[in-house]
């Protein structure tokens, strides 16, 4: 299936959830947050949130800033 | 009361926190994360600012997180980069699931040129946010006016700015500070601008409860030794707040006796 992340399209299997989706991309579960289609989603909730076709994912990082 | 009692007893409450350290410290333009951990932990301050942004798909980011948490310092994220109140609130909320923290440093400075902060957005996301549960800390112009509607709305503290954020100027706000703190019933950090550890200390003698440092640490020739420089500052004026300063006049008011002894001996 389709998905977009921050603007990329990627392909990826069918029934996978936001944890798997940050573990596959190589992107920390620390200091991260993730919205799907603008609903931030709670990081208790990332391992039973099932990503489906043409989801659109924002995903944050904690970064430096005064 | 010993002067060693009043120091160990003068702790600064901002929510349910109570802190030690009244230097508060950015995180921002370290040239790299060794020495941003270093001046950090020199600067001996608890709470530490962090940005929040959308992830580059194609690098990885430095992880600067393990570090200060490993230093036992509270982070503050902030909604930079929000131009409005709804963005703020996607922000703030945002940052709570990064940072796993309802603290929140608002900043809503829609203009890149001066980055000064928009006075009726901030307003209505402290709103939004205080009904929210967040611990909010807005950053604001030196407005008494603006303060106290924000106390009303119930933030934690109020965060006026010295000048502008990374000009280093120091303290142009003198005045208008000086009605903020003292109508204030809530904790005033001076913040932005503060470029020396002297307008640090000046922040501190008019009676501020805390400052936030970041550009005037972070590009000093050796941020380390600087960061060390603005806490022994922030301590100095609060030592002397307490210690209550004296008076000015325009008059001279000897120091030592006016006696004539030395015309006596001629």
């Known amino acids: 299936m389709k998905i977009h992340v921050n603007e ?13 989706l940050l573990v596959h991309l190589d992107k920390p579960l620390i200091g991260s947050a993730v919205a799907v289609n ?10 039973d949130t099932i990503l489906n076709e043409g989801d659109n994912i924002s ?8 | 009361m010993l002067f ?9 409450i901002i929510g349910d926190k109570s802190f030690s350290s009244r230097l508060f410290t950015g995180t921002g333009k370290f040239n790299d994360q060794q020495t941003m951990v270093a001046a950090l932990k020199a600067s001996q301050s608890e709470l530490v600012t962090m940005a929040l942004k959308r992830v580059d798909m194609q690098h990885r980011d430095d992880d600067i997180l393990a570090p200060l948490i490993k230093n036992g310092m509270k982070l503050l994220p902030n ?32 203009d890149p040129k001066y ?19 967040f611990i909010v800390l807005p950053y604001v112009h ?10 009303a709305a119930g933030c934690a ?13 120091g303290i142009k706000t003198a005045d208008f500070l000086e009605i903020i703190i003292e109508q204030a019933n809530i904790p005033v950090i001076v913040d932005a601008g503060l470029g020396s550890p002297s307008h640090a200390a000046l922040a501190m003698e008019m009676g501020a409860d805390a400052v936030l440092v970041n550009t005037a640490i972070a590009v000093a020739g050796n941020p380390v030794a600087m960061s060390e420089a603005f806490a022994k500052a922030v301590q100095a004026g609060r030592q002397a707040y307490l210690a209550g300063l004296g008076g000015q006049s325009t008059q001279a008011i000897a120091s030592s006796p006016l006696t004539a002894f030395l015309e006596a001996s001629l």
């Not at chain 2, 060693?4 to 600064?12: G, H, S, V």
């Not at chain 2, 980055?115 to 549960?133: F, H, Q, R, S, V």
């Not at chain 2, 407005?143 to 106390?151: A, F, M, N, Q, S």
């Open chain 1, 8 to 20: 990329q399209v990627l392909e990826l299997a069918e029934n996978i959830n936001i944890e798997q």
């Open chain 1, 38 to 47: 603008q609903d931030i989603i709670s990081r208790s909730h990332w391992a």
């Open chain 1, 59 to 66: 995903l944050f990082q904690a970064i430096a800033g005064g």
């Open chain 2, 4 to 12: 060693d009692e009043m120091k160990k007893n003068d702790q600064l």
């Open chain 2, 79 to 110: 909604t930079s980069g929000a131009r409005n109140a709804k963005e703020a609130v996607f922000a703030a909320e945002l940052a709570r699931e990064a940072l796993q923290t309802n603290w929140v440093k608002l900043e809503i400075h829609p």
């Open chain 2, 115 to 133: 980055l000064l902060p928009d006075p009726i957005e901030t307003l209505k996301a402290a709103e939004m946010l205080a009904n929210k549960g």
């Open chain 2, 142 to 151: 030196a407005d008494p006016v603006l303060c106290k509607h924000l106390e």
């Open chain 2, 157 to 169: 503290a109020v965060m006026p700015l010295g000048a502008p954020i990374g000009s280093n100027k």
